[in-house]
T-cell receptor, first 113, second 112 residues
Framework: SQQGEEDPQALSIQEGENATMNCSYKTSINNLQWYRQNSGRGLVHLILIRSNEREKHSGRLRVTLDTSKKSSSLLITASRAADTASYFCATVPSGGSNYKLTFGKGTLLTVNP | KAGVTQTPRYLIKTRGQQVTLSCSPISGHRSVSWYQQTPGQGLQFLFEYFSETQRNKGNFPGRFSGRQFSNSRSEMNVSTLELGDSALYLC???????????FGNGTRLTVT
């Protein structure tokens, strides 16, 4: 079964707008990671946030983590057409291996020019 | 630095056949993981190898197997193919236990 569940399943916005995707998970985690996948290609790592961190930034990306609610969010600011992709959260359970990620089913983001 | 390379990019096989997929990790990465991606099940972990040893295994039948060579290159094999094995198979390599995964572009397997 999936550990992480992204919400919404699909999101369509206009270029320049912000996009927010959420991820909920069930068990305690070591860290949570966000990946992007362009259609038919491999996944690209975006951000890793550890269980003792609350917020991380990378360029136009901002990730928050609320371990009490077992949830995370990914914010993409000033979106561009090139941001069109599927976004996945992946978790490593506490005591688990960083090599055995459990992925959600992803959020399909479409940025319209 | 070259990325993770997977070959072949596309593969069409018939039910009952077997298939071998190949993955070359990023130079210096000793861990290689394999994932299966389907529209219905999403991304599912198959197995992970480190220094030629399988350290983690997902919930897949024994028809799915893999190995890793001394140069860290990895292969996965699926025997007695079924229609449900049609998927994108992704390989990922990693430098260390706390490092993110670097994925290849996958092998698209179609079983007819």
């Amino acid at each position: 079964s999936q550990q992480g569940e992204e919400d919404p399943q699909a999101l369509s916005i206009q270029e320049g707008e912000n996009a927010t995707m959420n991820c909920s998970y069930k068990t305690s985690i070591n860290n949570l990671q966000w990946y992007r996948q362009n259609s038919g290609r491999g996944l690209v790592h975006l951000i890793l946030i550890r269980s003792n961190e609350r917020e991380k930034h990378s360029g136009r990306l901002r990730v928050t983590l609320d371990t009490s609610k077992k949830s995370s969010s990914l914010l993409i600011t000033a979106s561009r057409a090139a941001d069109t992709a599927s976004y996945f959260c992946a978790t490593v359970p506490s005591g688990g291996s960083n090599y055995k990620l459990t992925f959600g089913k992803g959020t399909l983001l479409t940025v319209n020019p | 630095k070259a990325g993770v390379t997977q070959t072949p990019r596309y593969l069409i096989k018939t039910r009952g056949q077997q298939v071998t997929l190949s993955c070359s990790p990023i130079s210096g990465h000793r861990s290689v993981s394999w994932y299966q991606q389907t529209p219905g099940q999403g991304l599912q972990f198959l197995f992970e190898y480190f220094s030629e040893t399988q350290r983690n295994k997902g919930n897949f039948p024994g028809r799915f197997s893999g190995r890793q060579f001394s140069n860290s290159r990895s292969e996965m094999n699926v025997s007695t193919l079924e229609l449900g094995d049609s998927a994108l198979y992704l390989c990922a390599s990693s430098f260390g236990w706390d490092s993110p995964l670097h994925f290849g572009n996958g092998t698209r397997l179609t079983v007819t």
